[in-house]
């Protein structure tokens, strides 16, 4: 299978259980968003450089905010991640992570034009590596047409 949707509940630990499953010593890339002492950051799992994604207070910030829900977001830290992202896609690591797929995605925002390459990439018959997309259990049927992914494994752990 070369697309798997790791879906739960939000803030069911999807992240943190990603976090303990990754082996740095396999060819894996990717970002994942934790947060950290309660900001959304994003995190570059080949080089461990971890940035604020998250506005706490678009007040004193002059970077443009993409909003969602209650949450403010830097529109760099995600030009910042889908940059790193289209090297990633290129380079065709054996398991890229994108985590996560959720309202900003399905605006055409945030992570959207990533993840159309990566699935359309990985989707790919010649290809036998692995996708690992990261979705909330809400929008998993609206994420998987967006996206047209046909053939995809869904779980809920990675144990």
Do not use: H
């Amino acid at each position: 299978m070369s697309i798997l949707i790791f879906s739960r509940k939000i803030n069911s630990g999807k992240t943190a259980e990603l976090q303990q499953w990754i082996d740095t010593s396999l060819d894996i890339g990717g970002i994942l968003m934790p947060d950290v002492n309660t900001v959304r950051c994003m995190f570059n799992i080949r080089t461990n450089v971890l940035f604020e994604a998250q506005c706490k207070d678009d007040n004193v910030s002059e970077e443009l905010i993409i909003n969602v829900g209650g949450f403010k977001f830097y529109k760099t830290a995600y030009q910042k991640a889908n940059n790193y992202l289209k090297e990633e896609i290129k380079n065709l690591p054996d398991t890229l992570i994108i985590d996560e797929i959720g309202k900003l995605e399905l605006q055409g925002l945030g992570f959207n034009t990533s993840v159309l390459d990566a699935v359309k990439k990985y989707q790919s018959k010649s290809v036998r590596k692995v996708l690992i997309l990261v979705v909330r259990e809400e929008l998993l049927k609206e994420v998987m047409q967006r996206y047209q992914i046909k053939k995809c494994k869904i779980v809920d752990t990675l144990g």
